[in-house]
Structure formats: structure tokens, C-alpha cells
């Protein structure tokens, strides 16, 4: 289906795609796409502070600080102080977490394989591009609330 928007619009529209084919992928499975994405970075990221959540997934801070709370109450993620900043904590999962998140991946895993086959090209290649376009959206945000900010948006 060939675009009469803009590269941001494709954009918005794979998103949505991805998100569609992930739904269903992981239909039978313990967590959600956007819970998966939230799991798997902490099991990426084991330690990791809810700053460096909020920037690696390009969230605000209250989002994740919302996240963490609910994966705290369902037992699923441990806090531990930050030894480098006393006044922040690091998050990991706890093995009922790490269960639920492998549980899921294994459905995860399943789409990734079926997509990269779909997708028909270099996943390395594919990833670069899409590395780009992410440091692209970044910058042009940031330009974005510099001007806003100084009134000359």
C-alpha cells in the first residue's frame, strides 16, 4: 500500500501495526505488548532506575514511576537503593516477574521470528534505520520544546 502521507505518518502507522500483530501474538500470553516492552527492559536492564526506564523507552518519568508501582504491587519487581545516588533506587524482577516475562517471550519470539521472515531484508540494516529514525524524532523534540519553551514554536 503505497504512503500519500509522510515518513512520521508511515511511521504512525507502523506503529500501529506492530502493535496489532503483537496484540495477537501475545493474546495467550501472561502480559500485554506495552507490559512485555516494560518486563523486558528491566530483565534487559536488570538494575536499572526508573530515569534510565523513562529515557531508554522515551516515557515520562511519571509513566514509569507508574509502572514500576504496579509491578510492585503484583509482586513482580524488587527496589534497591542506588549506590550512586542515595535518593533513587534501581529495579529488577523478581522470579515471579522473570517467569511471567519468559512465559511471554516465548510468543514474543515467535512473531519476531515470523516478522523478520515478512520483512525480507538484513535485520542488522533494518535495525540501523530505525536507530536513525529514533535519534531523528529525539532531536526534533527536543528542537521542538527549546522553542516552545523560548515562545518561538
Keep these: 500500500m503505497p504512503s500519500r502521507g509522510s515518513l512520521l505518518y508511515d511511521t504512525y502507522?507502523?506503529?500501529?501495526?506492530?502493535?496489532?500483530?503483537?496484540?495477537?501474538?501475545?493474546?495467550?500470553?501472561?502480559?500485554s505488548p506495552e507490559?512485555?516492552?516494560?518486563?523486558?527492559?528491566?530483565f534487559e536492564y536488570d538494575r536499572c532506575t526508573p530515569s534510565e526506564?523513562?529515557?531508554?523507552?522515551?516515557?515520562?518519568?511519571?509513566?514509569?514511576s507508574d509502572w514500576v508501582a504496579l509491578l510492585r504491587k503484583r509482586g513482580h519487581l524488587v527496589s534497591t537503593t542506588n549506590d550512586r545516588d542515595r535518593r533513587s533506587y534501581r529495579v529488577s524482577l523478581t522470579d515471579d516477574g522473570l517467569r511471567v516475562q519468559r512465559e511471554t517471550n516465548v510468543h514474543f519470539e515467535r512473531a519476531y521470528r515470523l516478522f523478520i521472515k515478512a520483512l525480507g531484508k538484513p535485520e542488522r540494516e533494518m535495525r540501523a534505520y530505525v536507530q536513525e529514525?529514533?535519534?531523528?524524532?529525539?532531536?526534533?523534540?527536543?528542537?521542538?520544546?527549546?522553542?516552545?519553551?523560548k515562545g518561538t514554536a
Excluded at 13 to 31: D, I
Excluded at 35 to 42: G, P, V
Excluded at 53 to 64: C, E, G, W
Excluded at 133 to 148: F, K, P, V
Design 13 to 31: 502507522v507502523l506503529n500501529q501495526s506492530v502493535g496489532t500483530m503483537l496484540g495477537q501474538a501475545l493474546s495467550p500470553a501472561p502480559l
Design 35 to 42: 507490559e512485555y516492552a516494560i518486563y523486558s527492559h528491566i
Design 53 to 64: 526506564m523513562a529515557r531508554d523507552l522515551s516515557m515520562p518519568l511519571q509513566t514509569v
Design 133 to 149: 529514525m529514533i535519534g531523528a524524532t529525539q532531536s526534533a523534540s527536543q528542537t521542538i520544546e527549546s522553542r516552545l519553551l
